[in-house]
């Protein structure tokens, strides 16, 4: 393993421990089901465009242009991006291409807001940590959850570039949802077989 892959790793693990470290109080608290998470909002002095290249991820996903999306992610094979479900631990642009293919054909609707986002860096790699408010139609429902969203960033002549993402649902009814999404996914799976 090269230095470059040990410091990716590192940078990875921290991205799993800043949560914790920064996490505030929850607000709003009326049941378990609707906690609002926060975490404090900061962006570290020179990694500003980090949040402007997140933001392009996100209007693309919630507009559901693939190529938008597709340009905040680096141009490596060792991209990783990781999600709730065994379908999302991908790994390269191709991958990640076809799940957000999936995720188009599946959720309807899209609107992405990001209450609270942490950002910091050292040299050309960021971290940042956000919680996501996801509201959307799947199979006719309306659906509103809360995600939580880890990317290491690496900095590419003057652009940002994801190099490696985690996302994960925050409660169980949340999980629920992803569960629906997936099984209807599977019956496409299989009647596209039959066919």
């Not at 230095?3 to 921290?14: F, G, H, Q």
């Not at 999306?69 to 291409?97: C, H, N, P, Q, W």
């Amino acid at each position: 393993m090269n230095k470059k892959s040990i410091l990716l790793i590192v940078v990875a693990l921290i991205f799993v421990i800043s949560p914790y470290a920064f996490a505030d109080k929850p607000k709003n608290i009326d049941t378990q089901e609707k906690q609002q998470e926060t975490i404090s909002n900061y962006i570290q002095e020179g990694y500003e465009d980090v949040l402007k290249a997140y933001n392009k991820m996100i209007v693309g996903y919630n507009t559901e242009n693939m190529d938008t999306v597709l340009e905040t992610i680096a141009d490596r094979d060792d991209v990783v991006f990781f999600g709730t479900g065994s379908r999302y631990m991908l790994l390269g642009k191709d991958d990640i291409k076809e799940a957000f293919k999936q995720d188009f054909k599946n959720i309807n609707n899209l609107n992405i807001s990001i209450p609270s986002i942490t950002i910091q860096g050292e040299g050309d790699i960021a971290w940042l940590n956000s919680i996501l408010d996801l509201i959307f139609n799947s199979n006719d429902k309306p659906h509103e959850v809360i995600g939580r969203h880890t990317i290491v960033f690496k900095k590419y002549g003057n652009d940002w570039k994801i190099v490696s993402s985690h996302f994960s649902f925050s409660s169980s009814e949340n999980d629920k949802v992803m569960n629906e999404i997936q099984q209807t996914e599977v019956n496409q799976a299989k009647k596209f077989k039959q066919q």
